[in-house]
T-cell receptor, first 114, second 111 residues
């Protein structure tokens, strides 16, 4: 069974802290994505990666960075967390080939920044 | 950039049909998707349609694509309480498999 796992389901951090969100997939997918989900705004793409050590900015990259040192792992970093980064963070992965390019999602990390 | 729009909320009675609508702006989209998100979970692909198709049927699900009007719809026949979830319309366009999602329609099924 295909699987995308995220390091935490719930996380509480303080303003100014450095925050790491980890995502691991076991499907040998080339592409990995980080989204944030907010009520009334849906899913917004923060960053994505199509290969190891490669990254591309999504629609809302400000305040975030990413790291992809290994194919199966994609990390989202909040260098200095702020209250407006309180959100649900979803990781996803997909093949870079094939037909309909389904994205497989992790269960999400609900981050609260106090 | 691409824009995908859908209504926020839909309420139906159990056993009725549900129709969730979506409009998009990118005419070069290749695949169009419907994802389902159940409470406390990530998204899961429900169904998809290729842009050269007008309709796709999969058991209780019917997807209709009107390319001229850039309109996509999802019909769920005989809606059950287990269908209560948020449904996201999404389109694939551009390079690197980038998908643009709508805001999600919350479907409430009344017993």
């Amino acid at each position: 069974d295909v699987k995308v796992t995220q390091s935490s389901r719930y996380l509480v951090k303080r303003t100014g802290e450095k925050v790491f969100l980890e995502c691991v997939q076991d499907m040998d997918h080339e592409n990995m994505f980080w989204y944030r989900q907010d009520p009334g705004l849906g899913l917004r793409l923060i960053y994505f990666s199509y290969d190891v050590k490669m990254k591309e900015k999504g629609d809302i990259p400000e305040g975030y960075s990413v790291s992809r040192e290994k194919k199966e792992r994609f990390s989202l970093i909040l260098e200095s967390a702020s209250t407006n980064q309180t959100s649900m963070y979803l990781c996803a992965s997909s093949f870079n080939r094939g037909t309909y390019n389904e994205q497989f999602f992790g269960p999400g990390t609900r981050l609260t920044v106090l | 950039g691409e824009d995908v729009e859908q209504s926020l909320f839909l309420s139906v009675r159990e056993g009725d049909s549900s129709v969730i609508n979506c409009t998009y702006t990118d005419s070069s989209s290749t695949y169009l998707y419907w994802y389902k998100q159940e409470p406390g979970a990530g998204l899961q692909l429900l169904t998809y349609i290729f842009s050269n198709m007008d309709m796709k049927q999969d058991q209780r699900l019917t997807v209709l694509l009107n390319k001229k009007d850039k309109h996509l719809s999802l019909r769920i026949a005989d809606t059950q309480t287990g269908d209560s979830a948020i449904y996201f319309c999404a389109i694939l366009s551009g390079g690197y498999q980038k998908v643009t999602f709508g805001i999600g329609t919350k479907l409430q099924v009344i017993p």
